[in-house]
């Protein structure tokens, strides 16, 4: 007979303890759990988060999100994915009147038993980085006439 060791004990606790405790997160894969944009003033942009439901019961999910500057907007915002099921969530990010900074954003989505009336949600935690940097450029060239292609010494244009 042989002796189980005390860690494998721990693991399969903790595997248990998991696995009970919230069967709801097991079915659940987000893909990105994070994501990191660098975009100009002005400038908008999207990305999609995936979720899916590889369990055979529905699921509600619910988005979290709390900051001092609002730049990102969810659709939608509340909704339920059937059992082998997937569904998209689209972030907006309108960073209308953000100055150029690095923001950091931590969103949470709530995945809930719709057959549940008790308990507390799943929490996933997805991090974004959003780089807002000012738009620069450079321009570089030669002012000739057009009759004989001679360079026009002393000449510049005024770009607004």
Do not use: W
């Not at 988060?49 to 055979?56: K, P, R």
């Not at 999910?61 to 001092?68: D, M, P, Q």
């Amino acid at each position: 007979m042989s002796k189980i060791s005390c860690p494998i004990y721990f693991l399969i606790f903790a595997f248990l303890l998991i696995a009970f405790t919230n069967p709801v997160l097991s079915q659940i894969t987000i893909e990105p759990y994070g994501f990191a944009l660098s975009i100009a003033e002005g400038e908008n942009n999207e990305v999609e988060i995936v979720i899916s439901n590889t369990g055979d019961d529905p699921v509600v999910f619910e988005i979290n999100y709390e900051a001092e500057f609002r730049m990102l907007a969810f659709n939608p915002e509340i909704g339920e994915i059937a059992g082998q099921d997937i569904d998209g969530i689209v972030v907006n990010i309108i960073p209308e009147d953000a100055e150029a900074c690095v923001y950091e954003f931590e969103v949470e989505i709530h995945i809930t038993d719709p057959d549940e009336e008790e308990g507390a949600p799943a929490i996933i935690p997805i991090s974004a980085v959003i780089s807002i940097a000012s738009p620069t450029g450079s321009l570089t060239g030669v002012i000739s006439s057009s009759r004989d292609g001679e360079l026009i010494p002393n000449a510049s244009i005024r770009m607004d």
